[in-house]
């Protein structure tokens, strides 16, 4: 009897095994979608509570805007009436008490910002600059400089109301006893100085993060620079100008837009200074919000000048965005 082998041909041996790199080629793209999809996966706790803190608050208080939504309504917020824009026309119309009180809130709050924010910075640049150099005691009075900024905002400013008091506190005690630089201890915490006390404190509490910020900025700038230019006959100043501002420009872009966010967005500083009324000269718009809201008790009227704020914000925030980038690609051009 005889046995046929049948020999398999080159083609026939080539069909039945499987080429290593088709065996890798799914591998690879499960591979590559898991490593894309895994930052994701970890952001996902993060982006469901900031769904959950902001977002989710953030548009009760939208719809809340469009209800006529009084104390009559507080139980069951939901069966308030729609009132369409008719909030939002109150607050707008400057004619009327409620959108003049607005508008005089509004531009206290903008020359309170303005002014903040302009000495938080100058402060903070200042004393980084004095603290670049190395010396004796430098680290001792950095940690000084930033005592305020680690204060609780609470303790800090609850320490101001009772040094700005009329009859006991040391502003007055210093200013009018020991100084003489006013004819009678001044009120502070009421009528027009309380825009002044309020500026006080909130640069006082502000310019260390200035300064942290600033300090930290400063150390990017290489020390060959300065070299060069003292070898070149620059002097202070000079150095100042031409090398320290324009290195420190994109690092004061950021601090300038998170400063003024705080500054114009501050409600724990006039609160505690002042409380629930505060006076005329310093109603800043956060605590008006808080009146027409928690005081008069029409949420739909501060929940309207809420959102009018935070689209005050983003247009404020978007420009200044849009002219800081315009300018760093005409730098580089």
Not at 177 to 183: I, N
Not at 207 to 215: D, S
Request: hydrophobic share 50%.
């Amino acid at each position: 009897m005889t046995t046929t082998t049948a020999t398999a041909g080159p083609g026939e041996r080539t069909a039945g095994k499987t080429t290593p790199g088709a065996a890798r080629g799914p591998r690879r793209r499960t591979g590559r979608i898991r490593r894309i999809g895994l930052p994701y996966l970890l952001l996902l706790p993060a982006l469901l509570l900031e769904l959950l803190v902001h977002l989710v608050p953030m548009v009760i208080g939208i719809v809340m805007s469009f209800k006529e939504l009084t104390q009559f309504y507080i139980r069951d917020w939901t069966t308030a009436p729609w009132t369409g824009l008719d909030n939002y026309s109150l607050s707008v119309d400057f004619n009327a008490p409620v959108g003049e009180a607005l508008l005089h809130s509004f531009l206290v709050t903008c020359a309170f910002t303005l002014l903040s924010v302009g000495l938080c910075w100058a402060i903070g640049t200042t004393a980084a600059i004095c603290m670049q150099d190395a010396f004796r005691g430098r680290g001792l009075l950095r940690a000084l400089f930033l005592v305020p900024y680690a204060l609780p905002v609470y303790a800090a400013v609850i320490t101001w109301a009772f040094m700005f008091q009329h009859d006991n506190g040391l502003v007055n005690h210093v200013l009018h006893d020991q100084l003489g630089l006013t004819d009678k201890p001044s009120f502070w915490l009421i009528g027009d100085n309380s825009f002044v006390a309020l500026l006080v404190v909130s640069v006082w509490k502000g310019w260390p993060f200035a300064f942290l910020i600033v300090m930290a900025g400063l150390q990017n700038i290489p020390k060959e620079l300065y070299e060069a230019a003292g070898l070149d006959g620059a002097g202070v100043w000079q150095q100042i100008r031409r090398i320290t501002l324009p290195s420190l420009r994109p690092v004061n872009q950021v601090l300038v837009l998170v400063l003024f966010l705080w500054t114009f967005n501050d409600f724990n500083t006039p609160y505690v200074l002042f409380g629930e009324a505060a006076p005329e000269a310093a109603d800043l718009i956060s605590i008006h919000i808080y009146q027409s809201s928690f005081v008069t008790w029409n949420f739909g009227t501060g929940a309207a000048m809420s959102v009018l704020l935070l689209l005050f914000l983003l247009l404020v925030t978007g420009v200044y965005l849009f002219l800081t980038s315009r300018g760093r690609r005409s730098a580089r051009a």
